[in-house]
């Protein structure tokens, strides 16, 4: 089996999903988001594969999120996700993809539903 996790090593949720997949043996490629940004297109793919909307997907507590105003409800999902193309620290973090689905490790014990 062959995952991806969308990865930030300042993270400790990011770092122990990391960890699982190596206790599990699991071939992975890293994606250090922060630096190499999904396009529009793997993040629509992500929201989509992962069930959610764009909001769902965003970290509220950052303070771009606050001084951009993300909060306000009358925001597109193209405008959210224009958001996180910019601010790649919006994204919810971290993300893993294997053949068997995609989740969030959030907790990082989710990330044993799809390997």
Same mark, same amino acid.
């Given at each position: 089996m062959n995952a991806l996790i969308y990865h930030n090593s300042r993270c400790s949720k990011s770092r122990a999903t990391l960890a699982i997949l190596e206790e599990k043996e699991i071939k992975f490629e890293v994606i250090n988001y922060l630096e190499d940004a999904p396009t529009i297109e793997e993040l629509?793919?992500?929201?989509?594969d992962l069930g959610i909307?764009?909001?769902g997907l965003m970290r509220k507590g950052e303070s771009e999120?606050?001084?951009n105003n993300l909060s306000d409800e009358s =925001? #597109?999902?193209e405008e959210l996700i224009d958001s996180m193309i910019s601010n790649p620290i919006l994204i919810e973090r971290p993300i893993v993809r294997t053949d068997k689905g995609v989740v969030i490790g959030r907790?990082?014990?989710?990330? =044993? #539903?799809?390997?």
């Amino acid at each position: 089996m062959n995952a991806l996790i969308y990865h930030n090593s300042r993270c400790s949720k990011s770092r122990a999903t990391l960890a699982i997949l190596e206790e599990k043996e699991i071939k992975f490629e890293v994606i250090n988001y922060l630096e190499d940004a999904p396009t529009i297109e793997e993040l629509k793919g992500l929201i989509v594969d992962l069930g959610i909307d764009a909001r769902g997907l965003m970290r509220k507590g950052e303070s771009e999120y606050k001084q951009n105003n993300l909060s306000d409800e009358s =925001l #597109t999902e193209e405008e959210l996700i224009d958001s996180m193309i910019s601010n790649p620290i919006l994204i919810e973090r971290p993300i893993v993809r294997t053949d068997k689905g995609v989740v969030i490790g959030r907790p990082p014990e989710n990330v =044993l #539903t799809i390997i």
